[in-house]
């Protein structure tokens, strides 16, 4: 499923950890890794990334030479608008796979690797992992993989893409759906609309588990939980020593598509695991 996969890099902990994360994936999947490097047209450098040709990556990998071994890699170095160069890129080699981190270096003479890593999440087609810079160094584990899921079209975009790494990696997949009363007042009618998001709820985690098995899954397990969808989330990843998260989001064109679904946009700051970002097939047609 991840032929091929992007590892857009600066000079921060959030590369190393995204390269080691790529390089996990890749040498299950047999995947080929490109690490892109892409200087700000809109900054000025501070001597770090003046280079020619592509000698940003190729350093870069130099240093990773160990996580590197035994799986194909392609440096490039770009400049421009950072968030466009790296969604051209993977449109124009067939990328299969972004891989982020999520911090990268602070102040004026460096992109913000955080917020590029924000706009791709929203804009990308393909799915992206963001990885935090201070995860602990190495490969990644997925034994235990957290599937959120509101039965939308956007949360079902992230079946598949589970179904696969679980199956590649024998993965345990929790199926979660999250009851958000918040606005609701307790009365007679608050109970009776408290059933039905209950009802929607199982029916979501319900289908997603049907689906996961008939895509080879061995081991699923289902919650429905009340509470803040986000922290519900959150303490599932405590809860059950999660190990990724794969969540849907919800993209738009033109203006609109940079509203991500706030839950997704939350997780991705906030989670203490790697993130799996997956848009939906029609969610550039969505109103």
């Not at 080929?32 to 190729?58: I, N, Q, T």
């Not at 957290?146 to 179904?163: Q, R, W």
């Not at 696969?164 to 609701?184: K, M, P």
């Not at 319900?206 to 969808?229: C, F, M, N």
Request: glycine share 10%.
């Amino acid at each position: 499923m991840f032929d091929t996969i992007l590892v857009p890099i600066d000079d921060s902990p959030g590369s190393q950890r995204a390269f080691e994360a790529a390089a996990t994936l890749a040498k299950q999947y047999g995947s080929a890794v490109h690490v892109l490097a892409v200087v700000d047209e809109h900054g000025p450098s501070d001597g770090e990334w003046d280079y020619d040709g592509d000698s940003p990556a190729a350093a870069f990998l130099d240093e990773q030479s160990d996580a590197a071994d035994g799986i194909e890699v392609t440096s490039a170095v770009r400049e421009g608008v950072v968030h466009e160069e790296i969604l051209d890129y993977a449109d124009e080699r067939g990328v299969d796979l972004v891989v982020m981190g999520t911090h990268g270096r602070t102040g004026v003479r460096r992109y913000l690797l955080g917020s590029v890593t924000e706009k791709v999440v929203r804009l990308s087609d393909v799915p992206v992992l963001s990885v935090k810079a201070d995860a602990e160094p190495g490969g990644v584990r997925f034994d235990d993989i957290l599937l959120p899921t509101d039965g939308s079209s956007g949360a079902e975009a992230a079946i598949e893409p589970t179904a696969a790494l679980a199956g590649e990696t024998d993965a345990t997949v929790h199926v979660l759906s999250a009851v958000d009363t918040r606005s609701l007042g307790i009365d007679v009618g608050s109970t009776v609309i408290i059933d039905e998001l209950e009802s929607i709820a199982e029916d979501a985690v319900a289908t997603a588990s049907e689906r996961l098995y008939d895509q080879g899954v061995g081991a699923v397990k289902t919650a429905v939980a009340h509470g803040i969808p986000y922290r519900v989330i959150l303490q599932a990843i405590d809860d059950n020593d999660v190990d990724l998260v794969v969540i849907g989001t919800h993209g738009r064109t033109g203006i609109d598509r940079y509203l991500l679904g706030s839950v997704t946009e939350k997780l991705v700051r906030t989670a203490p695991v790697p993130v799996l970002t997956v848009r939906s097939a029609d969610a550039g047609d969505e109103a």
